[in-house]
């Protein structure tokens, strides 16, 4: 109950109000997970600031997909990119390298190039 009504208003309605044929709520089609986690976490870091003068501040930075993953099969270019980071990724894990983020650069170039 108590998360509930830490919900955006919007959420809480469509919760109780829209169901699908099957009777399961329906969630909003715009909603945005990582901003209500953020808020939530930003919530609870203030609630904690009060009993601990020096908690840890939080300022969360969110990147949509929504434009970006309309397509319905991969491109070249999206293949590429993910076998690329999936690589960097395998190395990181490897070498048992935590707190990195797997990257590469020059990536108007051809493939082949990308560093």
Known sequence: RALFKRLPR???MSLILRRDSSGIPLLPHDLEAERILGR???QELRSRRKSTPNSATFAPRFHTME???NAPLPSSFDCAYG???GHVAGALVCQRSTFYVAGCA??????????
Do not use: G, T
């Not at 020059?106 to 560093?115: G, L, N």
């Open 83 to 85: 076998y690329v980071l």
């Open 40 to 42: 939530f976490v930003q």
């Open 106 to 115: 020059s990536m108007h170039k051809a493939p082949e190039e990308w560093e």
């Open 10 to 12: 919007l959420v809480q």
């Open 67 to 69: 434009l970006m993953s």
